[in-house]
């Protein structure tokens, strides 16, 4: 059973994604092409790279995620450090870590660029906040004068995981006829978190249609959404700083929890999260057992009953 997927952004809950990837797999799915947001892009990556639901299971549990956490030494200062750096790199942390991880991961399997995919196997959601537009990755790449062929997967990935004032947002310079008129500043672009824009992006399988104009002859495309609120947790605000982070929190903890939209609700594995935060890096184990867990049955559950026929679009 050939299925798309896309997968919702959450930061660490993402762990829950991988457990549904697991019961996708013991439901006979196989991935075709696939797409995701933030940390979902994560785990459309590995798949495209041909890792499966116990390979992530395992990197996952090897993977302590506050080594992503990385700052200079002066940036750890005791209540000034971190304002400094938000205010001179524009975020918490680097990213690089993250990137790294990722770049390692899929270099095992010998992926590096896009070119490295079948085309078309791989969509990553990522927002331009320069221009105020969802990029597909690495589909619009072109407009900025970037080969796709020749972008890394693991810089796509970061970009998309690039969580506002929490990891620095990337920096792409525009090239060829993209940059011609502009001066030098106009020429970079800032990219951060594809959940600012679009955090579950269904509707990506949904406009190329695989080429067929039959909805019979058409890969149905299944949706893997992370779903639960975490408790509601006051800010308390002092100054632009910390007003900074109470939008950004809000943000990350409101953002496409009115999902309503039936048709799509129906093609759509639900998965709790627990009560954990997106930006909880301080996963324990079994924290993150519970997660993979909660992916798992929550996959069984949905194609216990799935019909594919049904819920084509």
């Known amino acids: 059973m050939e299925i798309n997927a896309v997968f919702e ?36 990556a590995f798949l495209a790279a041909g890792y499966d639901g116990e390979d992530m299971s395992r990197i996952i549990k090897q993977t302590p995620f506050t080594s992503f956490l990385k700052r200079g030494m002066l940036y750890n200062t005791a209540l000034i450090g971190p304002a400094l750096r938000v205010m001179i790199k524009k975020g918490l942390y680097s990213g690089e870590a993250l990137e790294s991880w990722v770049r390692g991961i899929l270099m095992d399997k010998g992926i590096v660029t896009f070119s490295d995919l079948p085309r078309g196997k791989l969509s990553v959601i990522a927002s331009d906040i ?15 004068g970037i080969s796709p062929d020749r972008f890394e997967v693991a810089k796509a990935v ?54 067929f104009k039959s909805p019979e002859h058409r890969t149905p495309t299944v949706g893997y959404q992370l779903i639960g609120k975490t408790e509601p947790q006051p800010h308390r605000i002092t100054g632009p700083f910390t007003m900074l982070q109470a939008m950004v929190g809000t943000m990350l903890s409101a953002h496409d929890e009115r999902y309503i939209e039936t048709e799509k609700f129906v093609r759509t594995v639900k998965i709790p999260t627990l009560g954990i935060s997106t930006t909880q890096f301080h996963l324990s184990a079994q924290e993150s057992d519970e997660l993979y867990a909660a992916g798992i049955k929550a996959g069984e559950e949905f194609f216990r009953n799935w019909r594919p026929r049904k819920h084509r679009i």
């Open 158 to 211: 970061r970009m998309s995981c690039s969580i506002p004032y929490f990891f620095d947002p990337v920096m792409l310079r525009l090239n060829g006829q993209a940059a011609q008129g502009k001066t030098f500043i106009e020429q970079f672009v800032y990219v951060v978190d594809g959940g600012v824009l679009s955090n579950f992006p269904l509707w990506l399988f949904d406009e190329k249609k695989d080429g």
């Open 130 to 144: 320069t221009n105020g537009r969802i990029i597909v990755l690495p589909d619009d790449l072109p407009e900025y």
């Open 9 to 44: 952004g959450g930061g660490v809950k993402g762990v829950a994604l991988a457990g549904a990837v697991e019961a996708t797999e013991r439901a006979g799915g196989v991935f075709k092409r696939v797409a995701g947001t933030s940390s979902g892009s994560i785990i459309a």
